[in-house]
């Protein structure tokens, strides 16, 4: 009723709000397609409209369509439009958020330097804007980021700030994810037991959620496979995860459950596993690799290769 108003009355604003909304439910159940063609109809709208902030949402929208396909390069275009835009017009609070997933891309593709500056910058944004959910977001990426340079006690002090907002403003999800980097820190800290702990309360989390187990499922079920001391709930969280990745899941679990699967294969000495996985990473990727992809490919059947 509100579109069919707003169209013949030729609101271009409120037609491009509209979409928006819609892309977004859209993007929660997972059918990226559909919301990729919506965001880019309200795109259009948004520029008919000549509003620079709805233009700028609804780039950073279909950013992060691209993004859950996992055509990283492509959402990287979208976001870097997006932050430009932002950066005119003085919208810190979408600066933040769209920094934050170009980081992302940016650490994918193993561009370190480039990756936490702009997440520095993005938490410096959001402190000073006050927006606490993309504070929280951006203390997760930076996990992400800083997990594997060591600098360990740092990403634990930024987790639990995560958790801590996740908690204040009660996102399950995002308590959820958490939980997730929390496991990955105290894992590379040598703290199996507390690792192990920290991923199953994530796990329940995620199955609490009607979108949980879409949006990060399989990179938990990947990590619980990892910590564990069971060789039958290793092989069940695998299976599972592997379930929801041919089900649909957002890009990330695609990327970092086959990063864990490998690992874990490889240290069973299941050689044929590896090249299964890192295959299957290979085929999920091959619109538009990315040199961390590439990079943990290589490394898994070059290992494999010599473990046989």
């Given amino acids: 009723m509100a579109e069919g108003f707003a169209k013949s009355h030729d609101l271009w604003l409120e037609l491009a709000i509209i979409n928006q909304l819609r892309g977004g439910v859209y993007f929660f159940r997972s059918d990226y397609e559909i919301c990729l063609e919506v965001s880019a109809i309200s795109l259009e709208y948004a520029r008919e409209a000549g509003s620079p902030e709805v233009e700028a949402r609804a780039l950073s929208a279909l950013g992060d369509a691209e993004y859950s396909h996992g055509r990283y390069l492509s959402a990287s275009r979208y976001f870097n439009q997006c932050i430009e835009i932002a950066r005119k017009n003085g919208f810190g609070r979408v600066i933040a958020a769209n920094l934050i997933m170009r980081a992302l891309v940016s650490w994918h593709d193993n561009n370190f330097e480039s990756a936490n500056a702009d997440s520095l910058e993005a938490i410096e944004l959001a402190v000073k804007t006050r927006h606490a959910r993309a504070e929280m977001i951006v203390l997760i990426v930076y996990v992400y980021l800083n997990q594997e340079n060591d600098d360990l006690i ?9 958790l801590s907002i996740s908690r204040r403003l ?4 995002f308590e959820g994810e958490s939980l997730y980097t929390l496991s990955k820190v105290m894992f590379l800290q040598g703290n199996n037991t507390e690792a192990y702990k920290l991923a ?20 938990v079920l990947g990590q619980l ?16 995860a592997e379930a929801l990745l041919n089900g649909g899941s957002v890009s990330h679990n695609h990327f970092l459950f086959y990063e864990s699967a490998m690992e874990i ?13 890192a295959q299957a990473l290979q085929d999920y990727v091959a619109a538009e690799p990315l040199r961390r992809n590439s990079f943990f490919i290589a490394r898994g059947r070059a290992l494999a290769n010599h473990g046989r």
Avoid: F
């Fill in 154 to 162: 740092e990403c634990e002090e930024m987790a639990r700030r995560a």
């Fill in 170 to 173: 009660g996102s399950r999800l």
């Fill in 200 to 219: 199953l309360k994530s796990l329940d989390i995620c199955r609490a959620s009607d979108s949980g187990m879409v949006y990060m499922g399989p990179l």
């Fill in 265 to 277: 294969c490889l240290r069973m000495a299941a050689w044929d596993e590896v090249d299964r996985y």
């Fill in 225 to 240: 496979a990892l910590v564990t001391n069971d060789p039958d709930q290793c092989h069940m969280a695998l299976m599972e």
